[in-house]
DNA sequence: TAGTTTTAAGTTTTT
DNA sequence: CTTAAAACTA
């Protein structure tokens, strides 16, 4: 096949993947089906355009639909072509971040944008619709979020698709308006406005057709209008543009995905080449036939056969388990004995389910069997409510007119701003078009509201000074004259007497973290939930560290603040990308599991309503279909479905019936266990691990030795008699293992007095500290073995 | 008003 | 069962 003069890196290619890589001129649409090597053809292509077609790497936009894909294509490309990495590869909505940071001038946007995630619209719109439950303002949210998916603004005709009810185009207008004056965007913003720019002002997309002659977009099956529309406008008649997807693979419809959008790329695209990658280098025969028997149900697909390149392997096995306790112990078992015999590693192995809430009980299980694991998305991280509230200091230091921000932080701590001082500053600000810092200050109120409001902008001013000042992250600027200012003894109530901020001070590093760590410190923020902590044994001050330790490398100044807050709202995994990669187990979504394969995979949960989800119709069905798909082709050599007879969700335990995919896959390529062993002992009827008593995998002699060797901080046999008591008054033994249904095994490190009662220190084995209150003793602290 | 207690309501999937 | 909203008390 090797043609003469051909660089070596297109030997691995086949025909089409080749044909692929060397096709130029027209529009290219590759139809890539699972497994196929689309992501192989795509960075060859974008190192064969540099080498062999002499391209300037930076004249190269290579658009992806998540920011790990992105990297990842970064990283093949280079390897083949340093020079790859000039290259633009980005997703969608950070391109058109990129974009209005630089044009969105054009728009009346100003550069110093922050961009809104959902819960800030649903904040913002409950604002404009006051009085109005929470669900329904949800409802306008998402279609808000749906019309700007579909390019339509409040006035366009075809809004009524979106929803029918006459108020929505008034609310969608005004949201707008309210979004214009703040000056910040959504999601659909990131989208509809770059396309809107384009079109409307010539002069700019000439600019920038002259800058990219190649524009590439992967996972094109989950574009949506908007996209395209974006596309479009970014390609001129000279632009080599090509496309890559699988109809089959399309999960996104509920976020706006138009499959269409790649049905109709021939006609939307003139003149437009389709080639088909339809070998599959990944899964078995079995798999495939298995997982294309489902989809294949679907009416609206082009229509495809895989050949498995690997042919034969065992059967995707079936097993019924009695309940969801149960279906996590098979998978453990199945894992454990494996990597055991040195079969797998624990990296081979992936546990897909449908909805996060679902990785629960297997990471409870894990933990307590040591299984290492980690959980992919749904980074809950960022939605919590410290990291909200020092992001919105954030926020509000850098747009200053951000109501969102203002309204969550201004009283937190408790400043004597009350909701009806609040309510005024942004109405005064809306009509007198002053932002919200200055009108806080200029705004008649009471007199206690009045000193709450300049403590507040006090802070943020400080932060500013300090942000401003200087363009160096080396320096240490923690004492700062301008710190020293503000007034940081506030009422400490019980928290000056057991010195809870001390004991767990925030650290500043270097970079951005200075203005985080100032601006958290100074407005009382930190403070506010070093208390909770005291009381409830969260860590949410240690989740702050986490979030300065993020910012340390960003510069301290405007630039990289904007930087920071972009990326906290783009990429969600930022903090795992950073990470390497570990051999443990992983647990994931069906939707997350896109782009990714794993040798040895479960499917989980397979019961109807859970997967397909509640009684979906049509084309719902479809896309559920299509998510079954996507899972089943993740697995290269085995492939285990599950499913439960019955299910404790919401605290109740239901019967559930068998998943209707199971009704409708191949059953002769599948291997149904049907034995029930697995009355499982240990397990009760309220569904937890009630007679476990010790874990059997030695819970007691070395791991504690351990534990007590590595902490020579304390000595048992030398308690003084204070701290005799303190254990007797706790329950508590310094040096007990426990297990914590989160954290997993630990032991105690020390008691402590306070005004509460006794608080009793962790140190877990992952290294985790953590305390709590003997009073309010969870039960999530678990004693086992006993004591040395 | 601020903080606590009681009651009700709710769970896809994600850039 | 967990979380959010509503009601209540100091």
């Known amino acids: 096949m090797r043609m003469a003069g051909d660089p070596s890196y297109l030997e691995p290619l086949n025909k089409e993947q080749r044909r692929a890589v060397l096709h130029t001129g027209k529009p290219l649409l590759i139809l890539a089906g699972a497994g196929s090597g689309k992501t192989r053809v795509i960075k060859t292509k974008i190192a064969w355009l540099i080498r062999e077609q002499g391209i300037d790497p930076r004249s190269i936009l290579a658009v992806t639909f998540t920011n ?27 391109f058109g971040a990129w974009f209005l940071r630089r044009n969105g001038h054009l728009a009346g946007l100003d550069s110093g944008f922050v961009i809104y995630d959902d819960t800030d619209v649903v904040a913002l719109l409950s604002s404009i619709m006051e009085n109005t439950p929470k669900p329904e303002v949800k409802y306008f949210a ?9 390019f339509l603004s409040p006035d366009d005709s075809e809004l009524a698709l979106i929803n029918h009810q006459k108020k ?10 309210r979004m214009a004056q703040i000056g910040n965007v959504d999601f659909g913003d990131l989208i509809k406005k770059p396309a809107e720019i384009l079109r409307s002002q010539p002069e700019v997309a000439k600019r920038f057709h002259d800058r990219f002659a190649v524009i590439m977009v992967d996972e094109y099956q989950d574009a949506n209008v908007a996209q395209f529309h974006l596309l479009k406008e970014l390609c001129s008649v000279s632009t080599y543009v090509c496309v890559v997807g699988d109809d089959d693979q399309s999960i996104y419809r509920f976020r706006g995905a138009e499959v269409k959008n790649i049905l109709d790329f021939p006609n939307s695209f003139a003149g437009a080449d389709i080639i088909r990658l339809e070998q599959n280098y990944r899964s078995t025969s079995p798999i495939l036939q298995a997982a294309s028997s489902v989809v294949n149900r679907n009416r609206d697909r082009l229509g495809k056969v895989l050949n498995a390149e690997k042919g034969d392997g065992p059967f995707p096995e079936l097993t019924t388990h009695i309940d969801q306790y149960a279906e996590a112990e098979f998978c453990a078992d199945k894992i454990e004995q494996s990597v055991k015999n040195k079969t797998t590693t624990w990296a081979d192995w992936a546990i897909l389910y449908r909805t996060n809430a679902q990785s629960a009980v297997f990471e409870t299980l894990f933990l307590r069997r040591r299984i290492p694991y980690r959980v992919v998305g749904s980074f809950k991280f960022y939605e919590r409510e410290e990291i909200k509230d020092a992001l919105a200091l954030l926020s509000f230091l850098a747009n200053p007119r951000d109501e969102v921000a203002f309204r969550r932080v201004v009283n937190k701590p408790t400043r004597g701003v009350g909701p009806v001082t609040v309510h005024n500053i942004i109405q005064a600000s809306i009509t007198g078009s002053s932002n919200l810092a200055e009108t806080s200050l200029t705004l008649q109120c009471s007199q206690k509201a009045r000193a709450g409001l300049k403590e507040f902008i006090n802070v943020i001013d400080n932060a500013k000074v300090l942000l401003g000042d200087h363009e160096d992250n080396t320096k240490d600027y923690t004492n700062n004259k301008y710190v020293k200012d503000v007034d940081v003894k506030r009422k400490r109530k019980k928290l000056e007497l057991n010195g809870a901020i001390k004991k767990q001070e925030l650290k500043p590093g270097k970079g951005l973290s200075i203005c985080v760590h100032n601006l958290l410190i100074n407005s009382g923020v930190a403070e506010y939930h070093a208390m909770e902590d005291e009381i409830s044994g969260n860590s949410k001050i240690g989740n702050l560290q986490e979030l300065l330790n993020a910012a340390i490398d960003y510069p301290n100044n405007r630039e990289g603040l904007l930087n920071f807050l972009e990326n906290i709202e783009l990429d969600r995994n930022m903090k795992e990308e950073t990470q390497n990669p570990q051999d ?3 647990l994931i979504t069906f939707h997350n599991t ?24 049509d084309e719902e069905l479809e896309e559920e279909r299509r998510l079954f798909y996507v899972g089943a082709t993740r697995a290269m050599e085995e492939l285990y479905l599950t499913k439960c007879e019955q299910r404790t969700l919401y605290g109740k335990t239901m019967p559930m019936t ?77 040096g007990q293992r426990l297990f914590h249904e989160n954290h997993g095994y630990g032991g105690v490190l020390k008691i402590k007095d306070s005004d509460d009662g006794p608080i009793v220190y962790v140190k877990f084995d992952n290294g985790q500290e953590k305390s709590f209150l003997s009073e309010y003793q969870s039960k999530a602290y678990e004693k086992i073995g006993d004591d040395w």
Not at 74 to 91: F, P, S, V, Y
Request: proline letters at 3%; aromatic letters at 12%.
């Open 658 to 734: 068998p998943s209707l995919f199971l009704n409708e896959i191949d059953k002769s390529v599948i291997n149904e266990i049907k034995k029930k062993n697995d009355f499982a002992f240990g397990i009760t009827e309220r569904g937890g691990w009630q007679s476990f008593g010790k874990p059997s995998s030695s819970g007691k002699g070395k791991d504690q030795d351990d534990y007590l060797w590595e902490n020579k901080s304390f000595n048992p046999f030398q308690l003084t008699s204070a701290m005799k008591e303190l254990e007797e008054v706790s329950g508590w033994r310094i």
């Open 584 to 586: 443990t187990v992983t």
């Open 68 to 94: 790990k894909a992105a990297n990842e294509m970064a990283h093949r490309a280079r390897k083949i072509d340093e020079r790859a990495g000039n290259a633009m590869l980005r997703t969608f909505h950070s």
């Open 142 to 150: 998402h279609c808000i979020a749906r019309a700007k998916d579909y």
């Open 594 to 617: 896109k782009g990714l394969e794993f040798k040895r995979v479960f499917m989980t949960g397979l019961e109807q309503g859970i997967f397909p989800r509640e009684e979906k119709k």
């Open 168 to 177: 929505f185009r008034d609310i969608y207008k005004q949201y707008e308006e």
